[in-house]
């Protein structure tokens, strides 16, 4: 279920179904990288201004499923326009700048990007720009990033599925919401 809070800036609407917490786990593999399962945290919050703020954690995991070390982070903010184009400015933790374009689906929640400007330090790798797919599919958020350096062309090389987390908030404010007339039993509320 999309939730829109009452304080959501008006031209963020179309984006409410990326707000929230996030969590989940994909896979990276690239040529000259460490080819692994990771686990990832997103967070995509608002604080009523025209943008909504984007925070992720990503993480290598072992063959158990347990972190091993830190694998990525990146921040950033997205906006939408009246015309449904989507805007995105992120900062990567290996020095990495990107402006990305792109636009939501007609009629569905899904967000395809594009880099439009990639700015580096002299430290980060070589990286020349990349493409996204954001999708919301059966209320779960998937991603999929293609990626291009001087060396290798544009290809896949980061995909996750993510499930909204959940907060004792959320618990709370979802128990509020029960009806009165609920059978002490709870069996014959799903008969």
């Not at 989507?86 to 967000?111: C, F, H, S």
């Not at 330090?121 to 991603?143: C, E, F, N, Q």
């Amino acid at each position: 279920m999309i939730e829109i809070p009452s304080d959501l800036h008006r031209d963020m609407v179309p984006l409410a179904f990326l707000l929230g917490d996030w969590a989940g786990a994909g896979v990276h593999d690239f040529p000259g990288a460490e080819k692994c399962n990771f686990g990832q945290e997103v967070s995509f919050s608002h604080d009523g201004r025209d943008f909504l703020e984007y925070r992720s954690h990503t993480w290598v995991l072992d063959d158990d499923g347990s972190k091993v070390r830190p694998l990525e982070s990146e921040t950033g903010y997205w906006r939408i326009d009246a015309d449904r184009k989507v805007e995105v400015t992120m900062v990567r933790d290996d020095g990495v700048v990107e402006i990305w374009y792109g636009e939501l689906a007609d009629n569905k929640p899904q967000i395809d990007l594009v880099t439009d400007a990639v700015a580096r330090t002299a430290a980060s790798r070589p990286y020349t720009g990349g493409k996204r797919l954001y999708g919301y599919v059966k209320s779960d958020l998937m991603w999929v990033g293609e990626k291009q350096t001087p060396e290798v062309e544009l290809r896949p090389y980061m995909s996750a599925h993510l499930k909204k987390a959940v907060t004792p908030q959320d618990v709370e404010r979802w128990a509020k919401a029960l009806p009165d007339d609920m059978p002490d039993d709870g069996i014959a509320f799903f008969k």
